[in-house]
C-alpha cells in the first residue's frame, strides 16, 4: 500500500476516535445535569422500576392465573388459606346471629397502593412497620428505594399512606374488586405476648403506660400502691391477661389495635384477601406479594436479626403463670383468629 494511502487511513481513525470521545463527554455532561436537576431519581436507580407496573398483567392476573411455574406451585398454597377462611366464615356466620355490612370507617387498617394494585391490610405486631415502609417505597414513586431508610416512627404517620376509606364508595367498590388484597397474620398467643412485652415492659412507652397501664392496675390488682396506680409501668402479664378475658374491658371501648384480633381489624369475612401471610413464612410470603407485585427484582422484603424476638419457647413461659380457667377464656377471644387462620391450639394450654 501506498504510504500516502496509509496517512489518510491513520488520520481517518484518529478523526474517529476524537469523534466517538467527544459524543461520549458530551453525552456524560447531559447526564450530568439532569441528575442534578433530579437529585431524587439520582439517589434511586430503581425508582423508575419500582414506581409504575409495566407490562398489562396485574397482580391479581399473576396470582390466579400465574405465567411462571414458580409462582403456581405458591398460589396452590394460598387457595388452601383463603378456603379455610371462608369455611370458617361459613361455620361462624351460621352459628351467630350477628350480620353486618362494613362502613367506611372498618377500612383505616387497609393501606392503598394505586400504582400496583395492592391493598394491604395492617395487623400491628405482625411485621406492620417493615411492611409500611414497604409500601412507602411502593407509593413513593421513586422518593425512596430502601425500606430501611425510612425511620419506624415516619412508616407509623398516618398521612404518609393512603387508607381505603379516605375515597369514596364507588372508588373504594372498584379498588376491592380489582385490587389484590393481602394481610398478615400471627399466632395469636405469640402475637398477644410481642405486644406485651413491646407496651409494657419497655421504659419508653410511658403513653402506653399512663393510657392502658393504669387502668390494668387499677382493675386487676388488689393492694396497689399509689406508685403503680399513677405511673402504670409494671403490669404483670397476668394482670394483662385479666383485662383482656374481662366483659367489661370490651364493652368500655374496642381493644386497641396492638391486641385486638385480626378479624375485628381486617374483616376477613367481608373482604375477600387474595393472599394471607405467615408471620411464620414472612420473608417468603412478603417477596412472593413483591414478585406478583412485578418489583421482585428490585425490592426485598427487610430482614431481621433481632436476637430478643418472641419464640414459641418464650410465649410458653409466660402462659405457664396463667391458670386453666383464664387460658380458655382468652382462647375464647381469640378462637376465631386460631381456627380462620389454621393455628392448632399450642400444646402449653390447659383448657378447663
Ligand atoms: N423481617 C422480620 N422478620 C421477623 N420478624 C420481624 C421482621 N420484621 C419485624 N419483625 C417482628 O415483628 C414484630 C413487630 O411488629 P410491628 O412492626 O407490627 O409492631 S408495631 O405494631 O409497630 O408495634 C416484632 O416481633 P417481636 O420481636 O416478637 O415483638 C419484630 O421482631
Known amino acids: 500500500m501506498k504510504p ?19 459524543l461520549g463527554s458530551f453525552a456524560l455532561v447531559i447526564f450530568y445535569f439532569q ?25 391479581l392476573q399473576e ?44 377500612l383505616k387498617h387497609l393501606v392503598v397502593d394505586e400504582d400496583h394494585e395492592l391493598i394491604y391490610c395492617y395487623v400491628p405486631k405482625v411485621a ?48 376491592l374488586k380489582n385490587y389484590m388484597k ?37 382493675r386487676q390488682r388488689k393492694n396497689a400502691t399509689q406508685e403503680a396506680l399513677h405511673k402504670g409501668d409494671d403490669v404483670k402479664f397476668e394482670e394483662f391477661v385479666a383485662y383482656l378475658i374481662d366483659p367489661h374491658t370490651q364493652r368500655e371501648e374496642p381493644f386497641n389495635e396492638h391486641w385486638q384480633t385480626v378479624y375485628s381489624l381486617c374483616h376477613p369475612c367481608h373482604i375477600h384477601y ?10 417468603e410470603d412478603s417477596n412472593y406479594i413483591l414478585q406478583l407485585a412485578g418489583v421482585g427484582n428490585y425490592l426485598k422484603f427487610p430482614t431481621y436479626a433481632k436476637s430478643t424476638r418472641t419464640t414459641d419457647e418464650m410465649t410458653t413461659e409466660f402462659f405457664q403463670n396463667i391458670s386453666s380457667e383464664h387460658q380458655t377464656q382468652l382462647y375464647e377471644v381469640y378462637k376465631l383468629d ?8 399450642p400444646s402449653y394450654v390447659k383448657l378447663e
Not at 500516502?4 to 467527544?22: D, G, P
Open 128 to 175: 406492620c412497620t417493615n411492611w409500611k415502609r414497604v409500601m412507602m417505597v411502593l407509593t413513593g414513586r421513586g422518593k425512596y428505594s430502601d425500606p430501611m431508610e425510612i425511620p419506624a416512627n415516619e412508616a407509623h404517620v398516618s398521612s404518609n399512606l393512603k387508607t381505603l376509606n379516605q375515597y369514596s364508595i364507588p372508588e373504594i367498590n372498584h379498588r
Open 35 to 59: 441528575s442534578m436537576l433530579h437529585p431524587v431519581i439520582r439517589r434511586n436507580p430503581f425508582g423508575m422500576d419500582i414506581c409504575c407496573r409495566k407490562g398489562s398483567r396485574s397482580p
Open 338 to 345: 386460631f381456627l380462620m387462620f389454621n393455628y392448632s391450639m
Open 182 to 218: 393481602f394481610l398478615f397474620v400471627r399466632e395469636p398467643f405469640e402475637r398477644l405476648v410481642s405486644a406485651y412485652r413491646n407496651k409494657f415492659t419497655q421504659k419508653y412507652n410511658t403513653s402506653f403506660h399512663k393510657r392502658y397501664g393504669t387502668k390494668i392496675i387499677k
Open 63 to 106: 396470582l390466579y392465573n400465574p405465567t411462571q411455574l414458580e409462582l403456581s406451585s405458591t398460589a396452590i398454597l394460598h387457595q388452601i388459606r383463603r378456603d379455610q377462611v371462608t369455611d370458617t366464615c361459613r361455620a361462624n356466620s351460621m352459628s351467630s346471629r350477628k350480620r353486618r355490612v362494613l362502613t367506611p370507617n372498618d
Open 274 to 283: 387474595d393472599l394471607i401471610g405467615k408471620y411464620e413464612t414472612l420473608e
Open 4 to 22: 500516502a494511502l496509509l496517512e489518510v487511513m491513520r488520520m481517518n481513525r484518529i478523526c474517529r476516535m476524537v469523534l466517538v470521545t467527544c
